[in-house]
């Protein structure tokens, strides 16, 4: 009679925690599908303009590339061609002032 009555206890216990467990199993798949679907309605457009954004970046750099630092390079350059081949001939003006005038040997 005591066994019986325990029995019947326990029996009610557990399916009373499967009732809980069940009830919380339930909420947590719905807070799963929530998180799910904030992801798709807020993540994704923030990931789409991102790559909007890289895209204009990497279109204001090539931009910026082919119209400043391009000719910049080029002018750079040519004034360093040209400033050494000034300070090639009045090195050579110079070797000359200092021989009396006289032209160098020809080999």
């Known amino acids: 009679m005591i066994s019986g009555a325990?029995?019947?206890?326990?029996?009610?216990v557990v399916?009373?925690?499967?009732?809980i467990l069940n009830a919380l199993l339930i909420?947590?798949?719905w807070q799963v599908w929530r998180l799910v679907k904030m992801i798709q309605t807020e993540v994704k457009p923030i990931i789409q303009d991102?790559?909007?954004?890289?895209?204009?970046?990497?279109g204001t750099?090539?931009?910026v590339s082919a119209?400043?630092?391009?000719?910049?390079?080029?002018?750079?350059?040519?004034?360093?061609?040209?400033?050494r081949s000034v300070s090639v001939l009045r090195e050579e003006v110079?070797?000359?002032?200092?021989r009396g005038g006289a032209p160098p040997p020809v080999s």
Not at 6 to 12: Q, T
Not at 50 to 58: A, N, S, Y
């Open 15 to 19: 399916a009373l925690e499967i009732l």
């Open 61 to 63: 750099a090539d931009f």
């Open 67 to 83: 119209n400043l630092v391009d000719p910049v390079v080029k002018t750079s350059s040519k004034l360093a061609g040209w400033r």
């Open 94 to 98: 110079r070797a000359t002032a200092r």
């Open 27 to 29: 909420v947590l798949v």
């Open 50 to 58: 991102t790559q909007e954004t890289l895209g204009t970046v990497r």
């Open 6 to 12: 325990i029995r019947d206890i326990a029996i009610i």
